[in-house]
């Protein structure tokens, strides 16, 4: 980083849109959407599926992400499509579970081979179970 950005103060305003994107990412089905949109975009019907959810469920955490502008939307005949809104919120989402995947035991999953991956169930160290 340089010395330009480490002296910069950050505007109120863009602090508070980034306090909420936090606010909006502070829910585990809306992680789930978001993970599951990383390879592109998926109708309501394959997202629901995708998370485990019921689709009006999915449609009221999607329209949520769609006003904070984390999502947005595609609509071809009678389906609509969604996507994420920039490459910014995929590398938040996927930087936040990377960074949850060292809490626990042994290498993280991005770490390893995919081979490695398919089977090796998550464990939280035992000092994190204590927190």
Do not use: C
Request: no cysteine.
């Amino acid at each position: 980083m340089n010395a330009d950005m480490q002296n910069r103060r950050l505007p109120d305003e863009l602090v508070e849109l980034a306090v909420e994107t936090f606010r909006m990412l502070a829910d585990g089905t809306r992680v789930r959407l978001l993970w599951a949109l990383q390879d592109g975009e998926l109708a309501v019907g394959e997202l629901a599926d995708a998370v485990g959810k019921p689709a009006p469920a999915v449609s009221q955490h999607l329209a949520k992400l769609r006003m904070a502008r984390i999502v947005r939307t595609r609509r071809e005949g009678t389906h609509v499509y969604y996507r994420m809104d920039n490459d910014h919120i995929a590398s938040l989402v996927r930087d936040a579970v990377h960074n949850a995947e060292h809490a626990t035991d042994g290498i993280p999953a991005h770490h390893r081979s995919p081979a490695e991956t398919v089977a090796t169930p998550v464990r939280l160290r035992s000092d994190d179970v204590a927190r």
